[in-house]
């Protein structure tokens, strides 16, 4: 839009009720990819949310089913039988890292047991790592967004302001009825900024709260069924 056309379309939402609708459709071509951007942003952040929220109510769930059969006295040959092909959650995930290991050990007279407690935390450590990246993936797409969002939105503020200003020079009316209209659009702008990074940013926080939590469990439960192995690789040793 031009400066004439910039003075129009402040006249004409002057003389008119200023909607949503109309701050986005009167503002400059640069401000208007800025809105659609956030927008787009705003829409990716609550896909994550959603997504994420429900991954770590169904990874809780299974951690819970798990530990229950864990500790309800079922042998860990039967378990890992149970579990071997398809893992249902992470924790299930380590115990048959752990378990395989413990059987390569088991079933090949040649290995010697000396460092099977060695290589069973080392496959442990391995696969907490994947898990936490599983649970962090797609979370840095909420920080950038909660982190950037209001300044892109600060940017289209200032380019929209910028337009107002040079269209207000061209046609040397300074009424507010004339300025109020162009300068709205321009902070709607960053309205819509930080409508994209405040949910983005307390999304992050909580999540990343979740992931935390959960990798603690992980580490917790690793340590315990360790020790367990350790146990009896030290009655075959001492057999």
Not at 149 to 178: D, E, H, Q, Y
């Amino acid at each position: 839009m031009n400066g004439t056309e910039v003075v129009q379309a402040g006249l004409g939402a002057a003389g008119g009720e200023i909607t949503l609708w109309s701050m986005f459709w009167g503002a400059h071509f640069v401000v208007k990819l800025v809105m659609l951007g956030l927008l787009a942003s705003s829409v990716w952040s609550w896909a994550i949310i959603i997504d994420k929220s429900l991954f770590f109510r169904r990874s809780e769930r299974a951690m819970d089913r798990f530990e229950e059969v864990f500790w309800s006295g079922q042998s860990l040959e039967e378990l890992y039988q149970m579990l071997v092909d398809r893992p249902a959650g992470a924790m299930a995930a380590v115990f048959v890292a752990a378990m395989r290991e413990w059987k390569r050990a088991v079933e090949n007279p040649t290995r010697s047991f000396a460092n099977l407690a060695q290589r069973i935390d080392k496959v442990l450590d391995v696969t907490i790592q994947r898990e936490r990246e599983r649970f962090e993936s797609k979370l840095l797409v909420l920080a950038t967004i909660g982190s950037a969002s209001p300044f892109i939105g600060l940017f289209g503020t200032v380019w929209g302001i910028m337009t107002s200003f040079r269209s207000i020079a061209a046609s040397k009316n300074t009424s507010l009825a004339v300025v109020a209209p162009g300068i709205a659009e321009a902070l709607f702008a960053t309205a819509i900024g930080l409508f994209a990074a405040i949910p983005a940013v307390i999304a992050y926080n909580r999540l990343q709260a979740q992931a935390n939590k959960q990798q603690a469990r992980l580490e917790a439960y690793a340590d315990e069924f360790s020790a367990i192995l350790s146990r009896q690789i030290d009655e075959r040793i001492a057999a």
